[in-house]
C-alpha cells in the first residue's frame, strides 16, 4: 500500500525528529488502524518500505494445538506471515498517518517548551498579562510564545491585571500536563522579593551580603533578614542603596507593599527584638529554646508599632524569626514586678515579726 514515506520524513527533520521515532509511532498507528478493520488477525506487524514509498501488513492466524496429558489446555501457535494489507485502506492509512505526524509535532514543541522552562523554576521572569474569557479565575501570562498562568492563590490582593501590561512573576512550578507543559507563576511568593532585590544589589550576588529570610503578607508588608558576609559590609544599607534607590526599585514593583529590612543574628534574643522593628524594644526574655518561645518588652509609646495595624508587624516578626513572640507592656511588667517584690518583702517582714 503506497503512502508518502520521504514527504512525511522531511517534515519530521523540520521538526527535529529522527527518523526512528517516526517508524516507530507509524508502525503502531497503522497495526492498530488495521486491527479496528474488518476481520482483521489478532497478531500482525507493519513493514515500512522508505525507498518504495509503501507499507505492508503483515498477519499471523492462531493454529490451535492438540491437547496432551502433560499440557491439557496448549496455548495456539501462530501459522506462517501472510501480506494482510486491505485494499480499500488508502485513505484510513493517510489520515492515520497525518494524526501521528501532529502529534509527534506537538511533543517536540511540547518537549522544547518543558526544556527551556525547567530550568526557569524558582527564577523571575518578565511576561505580559493576556485576559482569557474562559479562564476568569487565572491570569495568563504571555512569556515569548508561551502562556504561563497566574493562579488566583498565587495572585496579590488587590492588585490589578490589565491586559497587555507587562509583570514580573516567580515561577513557582513547571510540569507536564494533560495539555502540554504547565507553567505556574506567582506574584505573592516571598521568593518574588528576594529575586527583585538580586536583580538590583551586586552584593547579594557577589555573596557579600545574604538573606537569611523572608516573611511576606503579599500587597501590605515584607520583612526581610539580611547579614553580611564580609567585613566592612553593610547588609541592610545595601539593600537599601544610595538614597534608599534600590529598595524603592524593588518596591515600584510590589506596588504598595512596605519593606522592613533587618539584621540577622544567631542569637535569638537580638533576632527577636531586631524583628519587631520598627518599633525600638527593650528587651526579649527566652522563655524556651526548645519551644522556640519569648517574651518582647516594650515601652508603652511603642508598643502600637510593635503590634502592628491588627497585628500584622508581631505576626511577620514571629514568621521572619521562626518564634512564638509575646508581647508585652515595659511599664506594666515593671509595676508587677515592684508589687510582687513589695508583697515578697511584706511576707519576709511578717515572717519576722512572728519570730
Not at 476481520?39 to 505492508?56: C, I, M, N, S, Y
Amino acid at each position: 500500500m503506497e503512502l508518502d514515506l520521504n514527504g512525511i520524513y522531511q517534515l519530521a527533520r523540520e521538526q527535529e525528529i529522527d527518523t526512528e521515532t517516526v517508524d516507530e509511532a507509524l508502525s503502531e498507528a497503522l497495526r492498530l488502524a488495521y486491527l479496528k478493520t474488518p476481520h482483521a488477525a489478532k497478531h500482525a506487524r507493519v513493514e515500512l518500505d522508505p525507498r518504495a514509498g509503501t507499507f505492508t501488513i503483515w498477519a499471523q492466524d492462531e493454529i490451535p494445538q492438540e491437547p496432551t496429558e502433560d499440557d491439557p489446555h496448549p496455548a495456539p501457535k501462530l501459522g506462517e506471515e501472510y501480506d494482510d494489507t486491505p485494499n480499500d485502506f488508502g485513505r484510513l492509512a493517510a489520515a492515520t498517518a497525518r494524526q501521528v505526524i501532529q502529534q509527534l509535532f506537538r511533543k517536540a514543541e511540547d518537549d522544547k517548551i518543558f526544556g527551556a522552562f525547567s530550568g526557569q523554576r524558582g527564577k523571575l521572569i518578565t511576561g505580559v498579562v493576556q485576559q482569557d474569557a474562559k479562564d476568569t479565575a487565572n491570569v495568563h501570562v504571555a512569556v515569548g510564545d508561551v502562556e504561563a498562568i497566574l493562579p488566583r492563590r498565587e495572585q496579590v490582593p488587590g492588585e490589578r491585571y490589565r491586559h497587555g501590561e507587562r509583570i514580573r512573576v516567580y515561577v513557582v512550578n513547571v510540569s507536564r500536563g494533560l495539555k502540554g507543559p504547565e507553567i505556574i507563576v506567582s506574584r505573592s511568593h516571598p521568593e518574588l522579593v528576594r529575586r527583585l532585590f538580586e536583580r538590583e544589589v551586586p552584593e547579594l550576588v557577589s555573596g557579600a551580603v545574604s538573606i537569611m529570610a523572608i516573611a511576606r503578607e503579599a500587597g501590605a508588608r515584607t520583612k526581610i533578614a539580611v547579614r553580611a558576609n564580609t567585613p566592612g559590609v553593610n547588609p541592610k544599607g545595601a539593600l537599601i542603596g544610595p538614597g534608599g534607590s534600590r529598595v524603592r526599585a524593588v518596591m515600584e514593583n510590589l506596588g504598595p507593599e512596605k519593606i522592613d529590612i533587618v539584621d540577622w543574628s544567631n542569637d535569638p534574643a537580638t533576632f527577636v527584638a531586631a524583628a519587631l522593628s520598627p518599633a525600638v524594644v527593650s528587651g526579649v526574655q527566652v522563655i524556651s529554646e526548645k519551644n522556640q518561645t519569648a517574651i518582647a518588652f516594650i515601652h508603652d509609646d511603642q508598643l502600637s508599632l510593635a503590634i502592628g495595624k491588627e497585628g500584622q508587624n508581631a505576626r511577620l516578626a514571629a514568621k521572619l524569626t521562626g518564634w512564638k513572640i509575646g508581647i508585652e507592656s515595659e511599664e506594666t511588667f515593671a509595676k508587677k514586678q515592684a508589687a510582687l517584690k513589695a508583697q515578697q518583702e511584706a511576707a519576709q517582714s511578717g515572717e519576722n515579726s512572728g519570730n
